[in-house]
């Protein structure tokens, strides 16, 4: 049977949804995983989405909380806000209780990845304000820490990503993930995958 990665995401402008496809390419790439894109639901109205210029959501569907447990392994993604993880992906998230109270989560591996207007604006913040959500429901962190290869020591060009998961730097809106960042994108979803799969088999 099949090893189920779901990467579960929120995007705005379309920089978290360009990591989360690279990240289910990398988790696909492992032998008998299946790697799912999954949205959380939009929170705002559309006239305020029209007033912030953001772009229509693409057609990957959209996920509800009981279909979290399904996964064998999960990848969240989000844009910052402040520093944490943006409301519409909070509030997806406090949908979850019932999962929390009936342990449904407990035991499976998660990772995190994200993307800021900046360097200083929340790339290790963000993932690691997050934590505290898969710690109440018993999940276990899988970070990338700096396996991803030498792109994590690179100091001379300007680059997302911690070794808490992959991220990327919006800027105003225009710049879009490079290829160091789609990299450890790719890496992420594949070393995710693969503690997933490991840990499916010792079942």
Same mark, same amino acid.
């Given at each position: ?36 894109? $999954? ?44 520093? %944490? ?13 019932? !999962? $929390? ?37 018993? %999940? ?58 490991? !840990?499916?088999?010792?079942?």
């Amino acid at each position: 049977m099949a090893t189920k990665v779901y990467i579960v995401y929120y995007s705005m402008y379309g920089h978290v949804a360009k990591l989360a496809e690279e990240i289910q390419k990398g988790a696909s790439s492992v032998e008998g995983v299946e790697a799912t894109l $999954w949205q959380v639901p939009e929170t705002l109205p559309q006239e305020v989405l029209e007033k912030m210029h953001a772009p229509p959501k693409s057609d990957v569907p959209i996920i509800a909380p009981n279909q979290l447990p399904e996964a064998d392994g999960l990848i969240f993604g989000f844009p910052t806000r402040f520093g %944490m993880m943006c409301a519409q992906f909070k509030a997806f998230l406090d949908a979850t209780g019932g !999962l $929390w109270q009936q342990q449904k989560l407990v035991g499976k591996p998660a990772g995190l990845f994200t993307s800021t207007g900046s360097q200083g604006g929340g790339q290790e913040t963000t993932l690691l304000t997050a934590v505290t959500q898969l710690a109440h429901h018993g %999940m276990i962190f899988v970070p990338t820490g700096c396996a991803s290869g030498h792109g994590m020591f690179e100091i001379e060009k300007v680059k997302g990503g911690s070794p808490y998961g992959a991220g990327t730097l919006a800027g105003q809106g225009s710049r879009m993930p490079t290829e160091l960042e789609l990299e450890q994108a790719f890496f992420q979803g594949k070393h995710i995958a693969t503690v997933a799969k490991k !840990l499916k088999q010792s079942e």
